[in-house]
């Protein structure tokens, strides 16, 4: 039987000659990363912890030549298979951006979020214009989003069932804010709605420098009763996950909260379910 390749879902990728620190003022405030960052300072990583593919994930919303970009690295590296991209959901050339993007076979998806308070987005006709047009070509949504939004979430996959939505980050747990009881109930449910993922990433960038087991465990096992292995997708977050510590150390962090898993659950949560899901070509 042929292995289950690992698939490392959430990557960000920039260049400082077009990824201006004046108009992302953000990574200006993060002298750690404040870098280029490209396929190839990612692969000796990707060998050192047995990765075979990764996702490229937005790093600039609205950045139509950035996305361009993205598209054509995923076209030069072998080892990148999909890419998604950064648009606003209700912008009136949606559609024309896509159709440009979909002659490269890597676009699978886009990260936004609806504008708007939450309350309000399903109700938000050129939201819903969006994501009828992410539907309609079988593009998936990753969204980052508080919990304070779930429930507006909820609204969106009961509304669209057959659009893939993920909520990246473990669905943003706030460790560090101290309302993981409040976050728990939030998310639990989610689970209710079969079109919704969670992508199982980004615990030490949220927890350092106290990333121990025992903190890090009932988020973990929480996600697992919830949604189940078919519905959790490993990524990585780099680089922005270096300020938490290397790429490496990230990936045993992940792993420690789904050691009880069998080998075959394993395979789904580090690979299987992300092809499936982003639908990559491996």
């Given amino acids: 039987m042929p292995q289950i390749p690992v698939i490392d879902t959430h990557l960000h990728f920039w260049d400082l000659a077009t990824y201006s620190v004046d108009a992302y003022p953000w990574l200006a405030a993060q002298p750690t990363i404040c870098r280029n960052f490209l396929p190839p300072d990612l692969k000796p990583h990707f060998d050192a912890c047995g990765v075979d593919y990764g996702v490229i994930i937005e790093a600039a919303r609205d950045s139509h030549a950035l996305n361009l970009w993205w598209l054509e690295l995923a076209k030069q590296y072998e080892y990148i298979g999909a890419a998604v991209l950064g648009c606003t959901l209700e912008q009136e050339n949606l559609a024309d951006w896509f159709d440009e993007y979909t002659h490269n076979p890597a676009f699978v998806g886009v990260r936004t979020a609806p504008v708007g308070p939450p309350e309000q987005w399903a109700q938000n006709p ?4 969006g994501l009828r047009e992410l539907a309609r070509r079988d593009l998936s949504l990753d969204l980052l989003v508080g919990y304070h939004c779930f429930h ?3 609204e969106l996959a009961a509304r669209y069932p057959e659009l893939r939505i993920i909520l990246d980050h473990c669905a943003h747990p706030p460790f560090r804010e101290n309302q993981l009881d409040a976050w728990a109930k939030a998310v639990a449910p989610l689970a209710q709605y079969p079109n919704l993922s969670i992508k199982y990433s980004s615990f030490l960038l949220y927890t350092y420098p106290d990333s121990s087991p025992t903190r890090l465990q009932p988020i973990a096992d929480l996600l697992l009763e919830k949604f189940g292995v078919a519905r ?5 977050n780099w680089p922005v996950e270096l300020l938490g510590g290397t790429y490496e150390a990230a990936f045993r962090v992940m792993q420690m909260g789904m050691e009880p898993l ?3 659950e394993k395979a789904a949560l ?3 379910n992300a092809a ?3 639908q990559i070509k491996v």
Avoid: D, K, Q, R
């Avoid at 959790?232 to 990585?236: E, M, Q």
């Fill in 126 to 129: 050129a939201t819903a214009h």
């Fill in 152 to 154: 507006a979430v909820g």
């Fill in 232 to 236: 959790l997708i490993w990524g990585s």
């Fill in 262 to 264: 069998s080998e075959p």
């Fill in 270 to 272: 580090y690979g299987g």
């Fill in 276 to 278: 499936t899901f982003y």
